[in-house]
């Protein structure tokens, strides 16, 4: 050790001026850097997660580009006590820094339902209002991103319908100004179907094994009578 330092001594005593300032800029430039890693790795992200494909891929894709990611699933009725085990399992598989659940159903229930039922509302006159539970879920989010001083909240709307209409707004009402949406940029990127593709970049990496083999798509609300696979745009 007295070696080493010897030798240390030594060498800094050879140094000139102009070496020094070198070092003194380098070690600046290093230090930058470093700083600049730590913000970088400080990303997070609050991504209102259902345990779908959509938002099975915003995980991984997320943290590919820098995010730390915390799920958040809000129950607007549907979801059995194992399918909410299961998807906390599959948001920590897939790399979730935290998870977290939000029992919405008697919320949502004493805030939209209750009235819809005494005004006997139905979307069009056609059936009952199925996507109001989406403003819930958005201020849960908001309310978690607060929380943990999020960078951002992300969604998995594609950019095909209304969800992603009703996201963003609500989004920006409640003051988040950093909006992600992977799936929709990731549609942007063209190539084919997007969930075809979701499904090829999750089974190309780590995170297949947390992804239903072959993911049906199906909205849960009680404003829904009973469950029915949603709808695919065009």
């Avoid at 070690?27 to 099975?56: H, I, M, N, P, Q």
């Amino acid at each position: 050790m007295k070696t080493s330092e010897s030798l240390v001594r030594k060498a800094e005593a050879l140094l000139t001026e102009s070496d020094r300032r070198t070092l003194a800029n380098i070690e600046k430039t290093l230090a930058k850097a470093a700083k600049s890693r730590r913000r970088e790795e400080r990303k997070l992200a609050v991504l209102a997660f259902s345990g779908g494909l959509d938002t099975s891929f915003c995980v991984p894709w997320l943290r590919e580009r820098g995010w730390a990611v915390i799920t958040v699933l809000v129950d607007t009725g549907g979801f059995s006590p194992e399918k909410i085990r299961e998807i906390g399992r599959r948001a920590r598989e897939l790399g979730a820094k935290k998870h977290f659940f939000v029992d919405g159903r008697k919320e949502i229930y004493d805030r939209m339902i209750a009235h819809c039922i005494r005004a006997n509302g139905t979307y069009q006159q056609m059936y009952p209002v199925m996507c109001a539970d989406r403003y819930l879920i958005v201020e849960k989010s908001v309310q978690f991103a607060k929380r943990f001083n999020a960078d951002g909240v992300a969604h998995g709307c594609t950019g095909m319908g209304n969800d992603q209409v009703r996201f963003d707004i609500t989004l920006r009402a409640l003051g988040c100004d950093n909006i992600l949406a992977p799936i929709r940029d990731f549609q942007a990127q063209g190539g084919g179907a997007v969930r075809d593709r979701e499904m090829k970049y999750l089974e190309g990496g780590e995170a297949a094994r947390a992804v239903f083999r072959k993911p049906e798509r199906v909205r849960r609300d009680d404003f829904r009578k009973r469950d029915r696979p949603a709808r695919r745009a065009g």
